[in-house]
C-alpha cells in the first residue's frame, strides 16, 4: 500500500509540481515559458502558493487552455486533501526528487502505464503490490511465481507490479 501511495501522490505531485514534457520542448524553443512552468528547486505548486490569487490569475492566463486547466484541476483536488494528506505528497516528492534523473523517468513511465490500464485492473494490481510488499523477500518471490499469481494477471501486469515493488517507500504508514 505505502509503494501505491508513493506513486499515486508522487504522480499527484509530479503533475502538479514537476515540469510536464510540453513544458521541456517549450523550454528548447527561442520564446521563455511562463515562470509558473519552470523546474528547479521551486516547485510549480510552490510558487503558485506564493502567489496571491491575482498574481495566480494572470500567471494561469498565460498558460495554454487545456494546460491551464490540468493545473487548476490538480490544484483543486490538492486542495480539497487534508493538511497531512498534502504534507505526505510534499515528502514523497522530495523522496521523487532525490532520486536520479534516469530512475525518476523510470517511474513516470511506470506510472504512465499504470494509468492507461481500466480502474478494475488498477485496483486488483494496487492490492496485490500491497499484499506483496507484506512478505518477506523469499514468500514474495514464490507468490509472484506461483500459478495463481500468473493466472490472475496479464504477462505486462505482472510486470507492473514487479515494478510497483521496486518503488522506494517514505516512513508513512498506509491512511487507506
Do not use: C, H
Not at 28 to 44: F, L, N
Not at 46 to 69: F, G, I, T, W, Y
Not at 78 to 89: G, S, V
Amino acid at each position: 500500500m505505502r509503494g501505491f501511495l508513493l506513486l499515486f501522490a508522487a504522480a499527484l505531485g509530479w503533475n502538479l509540481m514537476a515540469e510536464p514534457a510540453v513544458a521541456q520542448q517549450r523550454r528548447a524553443r527561442p520564446a521563455a515559458p511562463p515562470k509558473i512552468m519552470r523546474s528547479g528547486p521551486v516547485t510549480v505548486l510552490d510558487r503558485l502558493e506564493r502567489m496571491s490569487p491575482e498574481e495566480r490569475r494572470r500567471a494561469l492566463e498565460k498558460l495554454p487552455p487545456q494546460r491551464r486547466r490540468q493545473i487548476e484541476q490538480r490544484l483543486e483536488r490538492y486542495n480539497a486533501m487534508p493538511p497531512e494528506q498534502r504534507e505526505r505528497l510534499r515528502r514523497q516528492l522530495s523522496l521523487f526528487r532525490s532520486l536520479p534523473p534516469e530512475r525518476q523517468e523510470q517511474t513516470r513511465q511506470l506510472f504512465r502505464r499504470f494509468t492507461e490500464l481500466p480502474e478494475d485492473r488498477q485496483r486488483e494490481i494496487r492490492r496485490a503490490a500491497r499484499a506483496l510488499r507484506g512478505l518477506d523477500e523469499d514468500r514474495r518471490k514464490r507468490r509472484l511465481e506461483s500459478p495463481a499469481f500468473r493466472n490472475r494477471f496479464s504477462p505486462e501486469e505482472q510486470q507492473l507490479v514487479r515494478e510497483l515493488l521496486q518503488l522506494p517507500l517514505d516512513a508513512e504508514p498506509p491512511n487507506e
